[in-house]
């Protein structure tokens, strides 16, 4: 008796395949950037409301987020 041989993806299979992982890798750029930036912002606009001190904790936090973005996409295009 043979064995059945798994069937072979077709070409356009693999292609979606891969359109589909370089889009969910552009998603999680993005929403990394977007998200890093956003905390920063908003840590900062909160301690500056604390601490009346407008609006050097916010551009500090903003710049603070600004630098977790980049390091996040250099651990994510080291990790891909």
Known sequence: ME???QKETPPEYDEKRE???ALRFFSQISFTIVACVI???L????LDGFFGTSPWLLALF???GVAAAFKSL???GMKN
Do not use: C, Q, T, W
């Not at 840590?43 to 909160?46: E, T």
């Open 39 to 41: 905390i920063g912002v």
């Open 62 to 64: 903003s710049l603070l």
């Open 74 to 76: 250099f651990d994510l």
């Open 3 to 5: 064995e059945k041989n």
């Open 19 to 21: 359109l589909y992982r």
């Open 43 to 46: 840590i900062g606009r909160f």
